[in-house]
C-alpha cells in the first residue's frame, strides 16, 4: 500500500491512460501487455519483476472479461465453446501458473530469440495464409483438432507465465489456425482462457510481490472501458480490420522483443 501513496499523480494518470489503450488493442488482437508491462517495470524498478508482472495480469483479466461479454452478446458466433475451456483452456492455465513459478528461475533472454522467430513466423502466415474456409478443410482430414488445440494451448499457458507478451495474439491465430474459425469467431473463447490465464499467473507473481490492490483496481477499470470499446470496434469492422491490427501487433511484439534482447 504504501508503494502506491508514494507515486505521483502523474504517475497514476499515465498508467490508468496506458491501461485504457493497452484494453482497447488486447481486446482486438492481443498484446495489450506490450504497453502495460513496461511502464509498471519504469515505475517499479525497486519491485523486481514479480508485482509488475503481476499487476499487468490482474489488469488484462479484468479487461479479458468486459471484451468477452461484448463479444458474447453483440455476435453469436462468439459464445463460449465450453469443451474448449474444459481441454484446451486448462491447460492453458496449468501451464501458465507452472511458468510463474519458474520465471523468476529463468532468465528470459533464453527465450527471446525462440519468440522472436515464432513470431516472424505468424507474420508471414497472417499476410500470406489462408482464409479460414481453407483451413476448415484442411481440418476436417485431422481426427483431433480439440486435443492438438490442448498441446498447442499448454506451450502457449507456458510463454503466458514465462514470457507474456503476444499471448492473446498466438491463443487467437491457434484458434483459428486448428479450427478454422475467423478470427473474429475465435475472440469470445479466447477471451475467457486468458482471463483464466492470466488469474493463475497473477496469483502466483502478486504471491511473490506487493499485491497493489488500488492501482489494480484503478487500471483495471481503464482496461475494462478500452476492451469494451476495443471490442465493438472488432465486430462493426469485422476480420480484416483485426488482421491489419494483428500485424501492426505482432511487428510492435517483434521490435520490443529484440530492442530488450539486445540492449
Request: glycine content about 12%.
Amino acid at each position: 500500500m504504501q508503494q502506491f501513496l508514494d507515486m505521483s499523480l502523474w504517475q497514476i494518470l499515465m498508467l490508468v491512460a496506458v491501461a485504457f489503450l493497452a484494453g482497447t488493442i488486447d481486446a482486438i488482437v492481443g498484446g495489450g501487455g506490450l504497453l502495460q508491462l513496461p511502464l509498471l517495470l519504469g515505475v517499479f524498478p525497486h519491485l523486481g519483476t514479480a508485482t509488475p508482472l503481476g499487476v499487468n495480469k490482474a489488469v488484462s483479466a479484468m479487461g479479458n472479461v468486459s471484451s468477452a461479454v461484448v463479444y458474447w452478446i453483440h455476435n453469436p458466433k462468439t459464445r463460449i465453446n465450453w469443451k474448449i475451456m474444459a481441454s484446451s483452456g486448462s491447460m492453458a492455465v496449468v501451464f501458465t501458473t507452472l511458468g510463474a513459478f519458474l520465471v523468476a528461475y529463468i532468465p528470459i533472454s533464453y527465450f527471446r530469440p525462440f519468440v522472436i522467430a515464432i513470431l516472424l513466423m505468424i507474420l508471414w502466415v497472417v499476410v500470406t495464409g489462408r482464409n479460414s474456409v481453407e483451413i476448415e478443410i484442411q481440418m476436417k482430414g485431422s481426427r483431433r483438432p480439440h486435443l492438438h488445440l490442448s498441446v498447442v494451448s499448454g506451450c502457449i499457458g507456458l510463454y503466458d507465465g514465462l514470457v507474456g507478451p503476444a499471448t492473446g495474439t498466438f491463443l487467437l491465430l491457434a484458434h483459428r489456425r486448428i479450427l478454422g474459425r475467423s478470427l473474429t469467431d475465435s475472440l469470445g473463447t479466447a477471451k475467457i482462457i486468458q482471463c483464466c490465464m492470466n488469474v493463475g499467473g497473477a496469483a502466483v507473481l502478486l504471491a511473490k510481490g506487493v499485491f497493489l490492490w488500488p492501482l489494480i483496481v484503478m487500471m483495471g477499470t481503464a482496461n475494462i472501458a478500452g476492451s469494451a470499446l476495443g471490442a465493438r470496434l472488432t465486430l462493426a469492422r469485422g476480420d480484416s480490420f483485426v488482421r491489419v491490427i494483428l500485424v501492426i501487433a505482432v511487428l510492435g511484439t517483434i521490435g520490443k522483443l529484440a530492442y530488450d534482447q539486445w540492449q
